[in-house]
């Protein structure tokens, strides 16, 4: 072709078409998206998930009073199952609560010694008295604050007597029953002797549990544990003088001893069981916030509990 050149040469990269581009950013969304996603769910899923082999020390918190053992019990023998964690560290921070919750974290703490083989340190904090003393009774070693309140070993049972009050208002009580003892403890009408008898003889087995799990715990003659289960309070300084207590200290101070005790060198990594999302709970805490609670309770109910 005369008059025309023709150069052959690298061509000029092309565009790409705004369709393709739009897709392949979409595609990243989507597999960014997917993975937080996937992380998210994992999360819920499997809260206590871990995969590093590093020697740990497990921090399991009981605050407040006792009401349920469900969530400890359970914290308590997902760490006991853990390979990784060596020792766990029980921090009390409680007035103690109700009879049985408090002992079944006491029974579930005994079984991560005996069937899992593994060291429980108890850590006290302001208050472990009464339910939180029964269940420090049950670990390894006890490491209290000098000015911790501790022991209140004993029982307590709280009724009112309304009958004057009725009376006053003009309002009459009916009971229907079907036994001698159907309404014991009933804040209707007063309390007879022999029914007073009855719940005394109630609340005297159960002090008596108490004691003599305090007494296995802490390796003591159940005479000398009597001697100071009329519930009284100790000071973490005079519950040490007393043998109720091992050691005085902080959370520190019992975290570094549970790692001395099972031989882990430097300073232990803690871990702590991460909360499990519940939607009842999210909402019983907005309805709980809206709403004022009331919280009337009849009848009998004892309780590991330090009276304020």
């Known amino acids: 072709m005369s008059g025309e050149n023709i150069v052959l040469g690298e061509q000029s990269p092309q565009p790409q078409p705004p369709k393709r581009r739009w897709f392949r950013a979409r595609t990243i969304v989507w597999v960014l998206g997917a993975g937080f996603g996937l992380l998210v769910l994992m999360n819920l899923l499997f809260p206590d998930l871990d995969l590093s082999t590093d020697d740990r020390i497990a921090l399991i918190r009981v605050e407040g009073v006792i009401l349920d053992s469900h969530e400890t019990v359970g914290e308590l023998k997902r760490f006991a199952e853990n390979p990784s964690v060596k020792a766990i560290v029980l921090r009390i921070d409680s007035p103690g609560g109700g009879v049985v ?11 991560v010694r005996t069937k899992n083989n593994k060291a429980v340190i108890a850590s006290m904090g302001s208050v472990a008295a009464s339910g939180g003393y029964y269940i420090a009774a049950a670990t390894d070693r006890i490491m209290a604050n000098p000015g911790t309140l501790t022991g209140s070993i004993g029982v307590i049972m709280e009724m009112a007597n309304v009958e004057g009050l009725l009376q006053k208002i003009g309002v009459e009580g009916v009971v229907v ?8 403890g009933s804040p209707l009408r007063k309390m007879s002797d022999e029914e007073r008898a009855l719940l005394q003889s109630v609340m005297d087995d159960v002090h008596k549990q108490f004691i003599e799990a305090v007494a296995e715990g802490r390796a003591m003659e159940v005479a000398s544990v009597q001697a100071l289960a009329d519930g009284r309070i100790f000071t973490g300084r005079q519950a040490k003088d007393a043998k109720l207590v091992d050691e005085l200290g902080d959370l520190d101070d019992a975290i570094q001893l549970a790692a001395d005790v099972v031989g882990i060198e430097g300073e232990p990594k803690v871990v702590e069981p991460r909360r499990r999302f519940s ?3 999210l909402i019983e805490s907005k309805l709980s916030a809206m709403f004022p609670k009331l919280d009337f309770h009849s009848g009998v109910s004892l309780k590991y509990l330090m009276a304020y």
Not at 101 to 108: L, N, V
Not at 177 to 184: H, I, M, Q
């Open 101 to 111: 919750p408090s002992q079944e974290i006491h029974d579930a703490v005994q079984r």
């Open 177 to 184: 029953k079907s036994g001698k003892y159907k309404d014991v």
């Open 279 to 281: 939607l009842r709970e």
